[in-house]
């Protein structure tokens, strides 16, 4: 789709806005393009360059953002600890004789 505004002179909606603060970009992209009729990029475009304008918004972003991210040491931990807790079942109520490695 070819638009006709220019990306930057495109103020996000609200709720657009809101997605932002709350590290939610892609979100935000899709209200902008929901509610301007922007192509992707355009709709990218508009903002990043709105966050970029406003940093209390780019540093709510950039700490929401942060906060919903899961590292790959909270997942190897998750892992180690399910596996611990598999072994703990099958040694009090399995039997580790019929299982083959």
Do not use: C
Request: glycine share 4%; proline share 3%; aromatic share 6%.
């Amino acid at each position: 789709m070819n638009s006709t505004v220019e990306p930057n002179s495109v103020i996000p909606a609200r709720e657009a806005i809101a997605a932002i603060e709350n590290g939610n970009l892609i979100q935000a992209i899709k209200i902008t393009r929901a509610n301007t009729g922007l192509g992707l990029k355009a709709a990218k475009e508009t903002v990043e360059a709105y966050l970029n304008a406003h940093p209390e918004v780019k540093e709510k972003f950039s700490v929401n953002r942060k906060a919903g991210s899961v590292t790959q040491e909270q997942i190897i931990h998750l892992l180690i600890i399910t596996l611990a807790a598999i072994i703990a079942y099958l040694l009090f109520f399995g039997n580790l004789d019929d299982i083959t490695f």
